[in-house]
Structure formats: structure tokens, C-alpha cells
T-cell receptor, first 113, second 115 residues
Framework: DGGITQSPKYLFRKEGQNVTLSCEQN?????MYWYRQDPGQGLRLIYY???????QKGDIAEGYSVSREKKESFPLTVTSAQKNPTAFYLC????????????FGSGTRLTVV | DQQVKQNSPSLSVQEGRISILNCDYT??????FLWYKKYPAEGPTFLIS?????DKNEDGRFTVFLNKSAKHLSLHIVPSQPGDSAVYFC??????????????FGKGTHLIIQP
């Protein structure tokens, strides 16, 4: 079955540590996205990538980094520079442009302890 | 500046009645609109969409209405069921223009179906 997989489901991190969230898709989608969800804030775009080896900052990219070395994979690193990293993180993918909609992963809940 | 607005953070509806979720947008270039449903600790799932060339699209209990002159769309769910309790996100795109960053989302409306 085609789909998009995020791992792990729950992640705990100590303050000052970097952590990487995994996102893999086998839908042959060109574009991939990372969103953050906080209560009352909706979905805020962190980074997106329309093609391999290229990515763009979204609305809240500070403190995050990404890579897109393979079409199937778009990992997100939450760095120690991110001041408030505790959140629910969602990865999505789409055909080029994304205008017809996304397929979302099931999300990763990151908690800083 | 928020281009897609869902002004009701929450909505409570009795089971069996109609639920109406509203969404307003400011960018007149948007030409495709979608609704997503999200349960806690899960990813959003696609519910229904509508192109700007239409004013209504229906899929079972779900109907989306688009009023381009008012830049307003609404999602009707009838009859409402307990499993409809979730957060609903409205989204818009410039698909014909190939918007670089895909969809623009509203902040969501938490629908609560009361027994």
C-alpha cells in the first residue's frame, strides 16, 4: 500500500539536544512538506521541498533544518536553537505543486523534557 | 496576514442535526478548495474539495458550497454523527497557477457532536 510514514510516533528530547524526525513516502510524490501544529494555531509550514536536493523555508523555519537527498525521504531536524520545540509535527506529500491536496503522515509528538 | 480564515474555533452540534462549518478567504486567485478532517494525535485526512468553477460539491453526508463573490465556503454535514467529532481544516490553493507552496490552511474548527 502506498502511503507516508512518520517515525517515531512519540519522541522525547532533553533541552539543548538536536533531534531528527523521519518522513518517508512511497507515493512517488514530488513535493514534501513539514508542518507544526500547536493548540489554536492550526497548521504552520516549516519547510517544503518541490524536488530532490531543493527545499524552501516556510513561515516558521527558524530552529529547524531539512534535507532532501532522495525523493522518498524528507527528514526534519529540530535543533537546540528552536526555542519552543514541544509540538505535534506533521509531514505531507503531494504531486508537484500540491494544489490538488496533500497526503499526510500520522504525525510525531515531540516533547522536550 | 491570514489568507484563509476559520472564525469559529469550535462548534457544538446535536447528533442527527446539520453541522455547518464556515471558511473565508481573501485571495481572489485561489481556485481550488479542500476540507480536511483531523482526529487528535493523527494526521489530517482529505474529506472533500471543490473547484472554483463550481458552487457545490456533494459526497454522501458532506456537501461543500462555494460563494466566490463573497469569498466564502462552507461544509455541511448532515446528519451529524458522533464520529464526526474532530478538527476540520479549510485549505485553498492556486493550483492552476502552480502555487509554489501548495495549500494555505485555516486554523481549524473543532466540531463536537453531542449525543
Amino acid at each position: 500500500d502506498g502511503g507516508i510514514t512518520q517515525s517515531p510516533k512519540y519522541l522525547f528530547r532533553k533541552e539543548g539536544q538536536n533531534v531528527t524526525l523521519s518522513c518517508e513516502q512511497n507515493l512517488n510524490h514530488d513535493a514534501m512538506y513539514w508542518y507544526r501544529q500547536d493548540p489554536g494555531q492550526g497548521l504552520r509550514l516549516i519547510y517544503y521541498s518541490q524536488i530532490v536536493n531543493d527545499f524552501q523555508k516556510g513561515d516558521i523555519a527558524e530552529g529547524y533544518s531539512v534535507s532532501r537527498e532522495k525523493k522518498e525521504s524528507f527528514p526534519l531536524t529540530v535543533t537546540s536553537a528552536q526555542k519552543n520545540p514541544t509540538a505535534f509535527y506533521l509531514c505531507a506529500s503531494s504531486m508537484s505543486g500540491g494544489g490538488y491536496g496533500y497526503t499526510f503522515g500520522s504525525g510525531t509528538r515531540l516533547t522536550v523534557v | 496576514d491570514q489568507q484563509v480564515k476559520q472564525n469559529s474555533p469550535s462548534l457544538s452540534v446535536q447528533e442527527g442535526r446539520i453541522s455547518i462549518l464556515n471558511c473565508d478567504y481573501t485571495n481572489s486567485m485561489f481556485d481550488y478548495f479542500l476540507w480536511y478532517k483531523k482526529y487528535p494525535a493523527e494526521g489530517p485526512t482529505f474529506l472533500i474539495s471543490i473547484s472554483s468553477i463550481k458552487d457545490k460539491n456533494e459526497d454522501g453526508r458532506f456537501t461543500v458550497f462555494l460563494n466566490k463573490s463573497a469569498k466564502h465556503l462552507s461544509l455541511h454535514i448532515v446528519p451529524s454523527q458522533p464520529g464526526d467529532s474532530a478538527v476540520y481544516f479549510c485549505a485553498a490553493s492556486l493550483h492552476s497557477g502552480g502555487g509554489a507552496d501548495g495549500l494555505t490552511f485555516g486554523k481549524g474548527t473543532h466540531l463536537i457532536i453531542q449525543p
